[in-house]
């Protein structure tokens, strides 16, 4: 909740729903919902909230709701042209907050929001609105004024990557490991943007994602392809509908996975893995390390996360010695979900 350039909603309880509780009461409740394993997200919740923002308008409510039960509003109101003063390009500073955005709130999130409240007072009451899993923002993104660029860079990065000794052990992986499983869809979360400078490791990770594809439609003709992050442009969209990937809204991506499908995010700034843990089970996950001493800040390796773990094989695929591997993948393993064979009686 401290980024300058992130403008939330103006939140309020909803007529008759207003409700506090204890700060020190609030950090129980959440870490007993965490240790009974109790869903902060489902996908129920998440299809209620995309199916209003679906249909926002100007001066629309969105609502949410907090881990007490309390329902909380926030009115939309969008429009500020802001200025990113970082960016010496006078065509790439001018930002614009036209969009709305869900921020995704895991317990430890949670926990930290709550308890850097009055840090001397752990008694005082707090409102509900903190103990709110999803979250929704309006957040600046940056206008792309030349489209041409992000496809040329696109096209040499993937063949940089196809000339890698990774792209090579990636391939060997799925198909030494990873037969046993039907696959009918790939879902990619927080990518990146293609058409913003300076994001090299955007276009490798849709590279893989490529190749990836190519592997699975040689098994199944009828399957999909999906991606899903707010940072994406319409020049995004119309580079990866190209290479047959469609560009979802948040939250669909979400909806879109389940038993059948392949998920990657690599060390993104929401908690993929808890989210992903909490709906489903996917048939491989390519993302950082789920374990012990394995954890990232905003993609925590929550106790959803280690549960769901026990259930995979871990399958390294980036080469010691490629450094385009080492440099863009940031350590990403993939995760094949082991079989279970059945013995006859």
């Given at each position: 909740?401290?980024?300058?350039?992130?403008?939330?909603?103006?939140?309020?309880?909803?007529?008759?729903?207003?409700?506090?509780?204890?700060?020190?009461?609030?950090?129980?409740?959440?870490?007993?919902?965490?240790?009974?394993?109790?869903?902060?997200?489902?996908?129920?919740?998440?299809?209620?909230?995309?199916?209003?923002?679906?249909?926002?308008?100007?001066?629309?409510?969105?609502?949410?709701?907090?881990?007490?039960?309390?329902?909380?509003?926030?009115?939309?109101?969008?429009?500020?042209?802001?200025?990113?003063?970082?960016?010496?390009?006078?065509?790439?500073?001018?930002?614009?907050?036209?969009?709305?955005?869900?921020?995704?709130?895991?317990?430890?999130?949670?926990?930290?929001?709550?308890?850097?409240?009055?840090?001397?007072?752990?008694?005082?009451?707090?409102?509900?609105?903190?103990?709110?899993?999803?979250?929704?923002?309006?957040?600046?993104?940056?206008?792309?004024?030349?489209?041409?660029?992000?496809?040329?860079?696109?096209?040499?990065?993937?063949?940089?990557?196809?000339?890698?000794?990774?792209?090579?052990?990636?391939?060997?992986?799925?198909?030494?490991?990873?037969?046993?499983?039907?696959?009918?869809?790939?879902?990619?979360?927080?990518?990146?943007?293609?058409?913003?400078?300076?994001?090299?490791?955007?276009?490798?990770?849709?590279?893989?994602?490529?190749?990836?594809?190519?592997?699975?439609?040689?098994?199944?003709?009828?399957?999909?392809?999906?991606?899903?992050?707010?940072?994406?442009?319409?020049?995004?969209?119309?580079?990866?509908?190209?290479?047959?990937?469609?560009?979802?809204?948040?939250?669909?991506?979400?909806?879109?996975?389940?038993?059948?499908?392949i998920v990657l995010s690599i060390a993104p700034t929401v908690p993929i893995k808890h989210i992903i843990a909490a709906i489903a089970r996917p048939a491989i996950v390519i993302w950082l390390p789920m374990g012990e001493g394995k954890d990232a800040a905003e993609d925590p390796n929550t106790n959803d996360v280690m549960k769901m773990a026990t259930d995979y094989e871990e399958h390294p695929f980036i080469d010691e010695n490629d450094p385009l591997g080492k440099e863009n993948f940031r350590g990403a393993v993939i995760y094949i979900k082991k079989v279970v064979t059945v013995r006859p009686e």
């Amino acid at each position: 909740m401290d980024d300058p350039l992130k403008k939330y909603l103006y939140w309020k309880y909803k007529s008759g729903e207003e409700q506090t509780m204890k700060k020190d009461k609030a950090v129980a409740l959440i870490k007993e919902m965490d240790d009974l394993r109790k869903p902060f997200f489902t996908k129920k919740s998440l299809r209620q909230l995309g199916e209003q923002l679906q249909k926002w308008k100007e001066g629309n409510k969105i609502e949410v709701k907090s881990l007490t039960g309390a329902i909380v509003e926030g009115q939309v109101k969008l429009g500020f042209v802001l200025f990113d003063a970082a960016i010496t390009d006078s065509e790439l500073k001018e930002c614009t907050n036209s969009r709305l955005f869900i921020e995704y709130a895991h317990p430890e999130r949670l926990i930290k929001d709550i308890t850097d409240i009055d840090q001397n007072n752990p008694g005082i009451n707090i409102p509900a609105i903190y103990l709110t899993p999803l979250r929704v923002t309006y957040e600046p993104f940056k206008r792309v004024w030349n489209p041409k660029q992000p496809v040329v860079s696109f096209n040499h990065a993937r063949e940089a990557w196809e000339r890698s000794e990774t792209y090579r052990k990636f391939k060997l992986v799925l198909s030494s490991n990873a037969s046993g499983h039907k696959i009918e869809r790939i879902v990619g979360f927080a990518c990146g943007s293609l058409s913003q400078p300076n994001r090299p490791g955007a276009a490798y990770q849709h590279a893989l994602l490529v190749t990836a594809k190519e592997w699975v439609a040689n098994q199944d003709e009828q399957s999909s392809f999906y991606l899903q992050d707010p940072d994406y442009t319409t020049a995004d969209e119309e580079i990866l509908k190209r290479v047959g990937f469609e560009v979802v809204p948040e939250p669909n991506g979400f909806l879109k996975v389940d038993e059948r499908s392949i998920v990657l995010s690599i060390a993104p700034t929401v908690p993929i893995k808890h989210i992903i843990a909490a709906i489903a089970r996917p048939a491989i996950v390519i993302w950082l390390p789920m374990g012990e001493g394995k954890d990232a800040a905003e993609d925590p390796n929550t106790n959803d996360v280690m549960k769901m773990a026990t259930d995979y094989e871990e399958h390294p695929f980036i080469d010691e010695n490629d450094p385009l591997g080492k440099e863009n993948f940031r350590g990403a393993v993939i995760y094949i979900k082991k079989v279970v064979t059945v013995r006859p009686e």
